[in-house]
């Protein structure tokens, strides 16, 4: 059965690949991004949006009751990359990630909760990341974002519950995707590991949609994407002191590109 979807940052990356998914199965899927102009694949419709913007979020849930009645699937995907040692990354730069990464997921919610409340289901679906589950050093503000949207999707799970609404929370480790494009701020030396990470990365956005797809099917609550990822949840909670060497070495690493960075400016 044809199943109504609404996609943030739908237009690249893993919302893109996510959308791909959705149309082979032959679901509706209405993308929500920033682009201006945007050219939709075949069985889908755009509306640029800024999921920081309760104005934007209006619209879409005008869009989605004037043109289906309803919404089956919510996938709340926007998101930017983030972080940077803490005596580097602004407090700006954390009240983005906060406004982005975190509130504009809770702000999708708030607006189509009550709708799947009238409908007596649905399901939501929040795109974390691994980040949100194992703290690597100097990525503070992406952490503890994505920390907060695995809780939120947790407490959602629950609370929804008794009028038929999934929670999921996705999380993947690095793949290749632009994410890295998104990350502006004062830690040079951390945004060319993420990007060295992004890059090396032999996972891809559809490979990652594909997981999470089957994870929809089984009303997972938390889809962990990749053996990368699962590989790093195992060692946190079953070899504690290898991960926390692991995280050690990490920011020794950091530490000594910082070092080199600052000998040659």
């Not at 609404?6 to 919302?15: F, K, Y």
């Not at 050219?39 to 640029?48: F, K, N």
């Not at 519950?161 to 004062?186: D, E, K, Q, Y």
């Amino acid at each position: 059965m044809s199943r109504r979807v609404l996609v943030t940052g739908g237009a690249s990356g893993l919302g893109a690949a996510l959308v791909d998914a959705f149309v082979a199965r032959g679901d509706k899927v209405v993308i929500l991004d920033l682009a201006e102009s945007y050219a939709c694949p075949e069985g889908t419709s755009y509306l640029r949006a800024d999921v920081t913007s309760g104005d934007d979020w209006a619209a879409a849930l005008a869009w989605v009751e004037q043109n289906w009645g309803g919404l089956d699937v919510l996938v709340n995907n926007a998101g930017i990359a983030a972080g940077g040692r803490i005596d580097e990354c602004t407090l700006e730069e954390w009240q983005r990630a906060i406004d982005i990464n975190l509130l504009g997921v809770v702000r999708g919610c708030q607006t189509f909760v009550p709708m799947m409340k009238q409908q007596a289901g649905g399901h939501l679906v929040n795109t974390a990341s691994l980040a949100g589950l194992v703290h690597p050093p100097a990525m503070g503000a992406y952490t503890a974002v994505k920390a907060g949207v695995v809780a939120l999707s947790e407490t959602l799970s629950y609370e929804l519950h008794p009028w038929g609404i999934t929670t999921s929370a996705v999380c993947p480790s690095f793949f290749r995707t632009n994410l890295a494009a998104s990350m502006t701020g004062n830690d040079e030396a951390m945004g060319a590991i993420v990007s060295r990470l992004i890059d090396r990365s032999t996972i891809t956005a559809a490979d990652i949609a594909a997981v999470v797809m089957k994870g929809i099917d089984r009303k997972q609550a938390v889809i962990v994407t990749d053996a990368p990822a699962r590989k790093a949840v195992r060692s946190k909670r079953f070899a504690r002191p290898l991960y926390d060497r692991e995280q050690r070495r990490f920011a020794a690493r950091i530490k000594a590109i910082a070092d080199r960075t600052k000998d040659t400016a």
